[in-house]
């Protein structure tokens, strides 16, 4: 199940049971950005002065101090064209179906797309309304909200706690941690500030927002879980709450108990759509680094290193000696990547970042994400069983900046051979590309257990490129001459390389 982003929502008056059925989103909340975010001039004379907080008596004190800058945002937008059928006080947009989907008759009989009794005639672009929420955070009117509460705005209202209201400028955008900074006017506004310390789990957090449009809604739960990653994230690193968190709740605060901004409310986690005791939010330490460069640039540059990398499992540490498994395996460099200028490899670990131990992963994209487009990083790699250091020149990463992978050698022309090992029927790849392809895997094998397939390709044991048997079976030996029991294995499937540590069994 894959967690739900919490705004965008349409005005339902009804067919709740149909917004379901297509994955309707909610609504969102926006917060104001702290002054010394917005802007190193700002004064703090209208920045929120929270009394202590004594769990035994409740929040009162704390929410009637950190509300007046929490805001209510109504969206104004407009949807690519699409068949849209109206009836009574719903409107609904049918999806996409293909020919031969399950649920596209059920939608025929309404009139759905591609059906004989279709009625919406020629689709015309929809204007819709949803709603969200967000927090100011700076006495001339940074207001911080999501990106998907705001995404596709023709016009964009904040709302403040009096019912007042004011049109906001988008002053900038990041999609890929959904962050959105908005701008009104105004001075002496009521703001609030993000924590200095990370809270820890188990910490209390106050949640406000709009939840489905009812206005200021005050939840309160502990911090459940940290560095959360969840689907559609590039950089994960989510704090995880039971405060309940609801569609509307979008770019909402969640405050410590001192009335400082420890996340923003993004996403829930849930089989309905609604609160089920699991919410993530951007922590504050993130939040912070993205909303100054998007009120000093209007968008966010980020650190490109030019690697496809994975997680090390055990298996691949103990196939190449490494005593812990932490750190991200380097699958290729780009071709014209800093990384593969500055003589990465594939098979290479990289486990540290100027010092910093990479756990994973998406530690280490999060890692490079944050630093400065030409910026020098010395990297720790793991290699041919020793530490050796690299130091990097990162570029800037772009939506188009993406790791090519190199073909493997080509393989001379072979008499047909074939081998049966660890499970496996083996035999050099007739497209030319290189490789061994697995003709065979028996079921109960390493190689199953390991995931290994009939269809992947052998590229690579040791670092050691495959082209015919002899080379398997010298890559294997060389495996047993360093004592190691379990060997480092690239294999490529529908195109896409990956390692895996492949015990060797009766092999060793």
């Known amino acids: 199940m894959r967690p739900t982003l919490l705004s965008r929502t349409r005005r339902w008056l009804g067919a709740s049971a149909l917004a379901l059925l297509v994955g309707i989103g909610g609504v969102s909340t926006a917060f104001v950005l702290t002054g010394q975010a917005a802007n190193a001039q700002v004064r703090n004379v209208a920045q929120i002065a929270v009394p202590q907080v004594n769990q035994q008596q409740g929040f009162a004190d704390l929410v009637d101090a950190v509300k007046p800058a929490v805001v209510s945002i109504l969206v104004e937008a407009q949807e690519p064209a699409r068949t849209v059928q109206r009836g009574g006080d719903f409107e609904f947009n049918f999806p996409d179906l293909p020919e031969g989907h399950p649920f596209r008759d059920f939608f025929d009989q309404f009139g759905g797309p591609g059906g004989p009794r279709g009625q919406g005639g020629d689709a015309k672009p929809r204007q819709f309304m949803a709603a969200g929420s967000g927090f100011i955070i700076s006495e001339d009117g940074y207001v911080v909200t999501n990106n998907h509460v705001v995404s596709d705005a023709t016009k964009v209202t904040v709302i403040f706690e009096d019912g007042s209201e004011q049109v906001a400028t988008v002053v900038g955008t990041d999609e890929r941690t959904d962050l959105a900074v908005l701008k009104i006017e105004g001075k002496d506004l009521p703001f609030v500030t993000f924590e200095d310390t990370p809270s820890r789990v188990g910490d209390w957090v106050v949640a406000v927002g709009n939840p489905f449009g009812l206005g200021g809604t005050v939840t309160v739960g502990v911090i459940s879980g940290a560095g959360r990653n969840i689907g559609g994230s590039s950089y994960g690193d989510f704090l995880q709450i039971d405060a309940a968190v609801n569609t509307g709740n979008s770019g909402g605060p969640a405050f410590n108990t001192n009335g400082e901004v420890v996340g923003v ?40 290193l030019g690697v496809s990398i994975q997680d090390v499992t055990k298996d691949i540490a103990d196939s190449v000696g490494l005593a812990n498994a932490r750190g991200a395996i380097v699958r ?11 003589g990465v490899k594939s098979g290479d670990i990289i486990t540290h970042v100027d010092g910093d131990q990479i756990d994973d992963a998406l530690d280490l994209s999060r890692t490079i994400a944050s630093k400065a487009p030409g910026s020098d990083v010395e990297l720790t790699i793991w290699r041919d069983g020793a530490e050796t250091k690299l130091t990097v020149k990162l570029t800037e990463l772009t939506e188009q900046a993406a790791p090519t992978e190199d073909q493997a050698p080509v393989p001379p022309a072979d008499v047909p051979e074939s081998t049966s090992s660890l499970g496996m029927t083996l035999v050099p790849n007739g497209d030319g590309s290189g490789g061994l392809l697995i003709q065979d895997v028996e079921a109960d094998s390493t190689a199953a257990q390991r995931g290994l397939a009939v269809g992947d390709v052998l590229l690579e044991i040791d670092n050691k490129p495959l082209s015919t048997i002899a080379d398997y079976d010298a890559a294997i030996s060389g495996v047993q001459s360093k004592g190691l029991d379990t060997a480092l294995v690239k294999v490529a499937r529908n195109g896409e390389a990956r390692f895996i540590g492949l015990p060797l069994g009766e092999e060793g």
């Open 332 to 342: 290729e460099p780009a071709s014209d990547g800093p990384a593969g200028d500055a």
């Open 265 to 304: 409310n993004t996403a829930i986690y849930s089989p309905n759509g609604g609160n089920v005791g699991i919410a993530f939010a951007i922590p504050a330490h993130t939040v912070k680094q993205i909303v100054d460069q998007l009120i000093n640039n209007g968008s966010v540059t980020r650190g490109y």
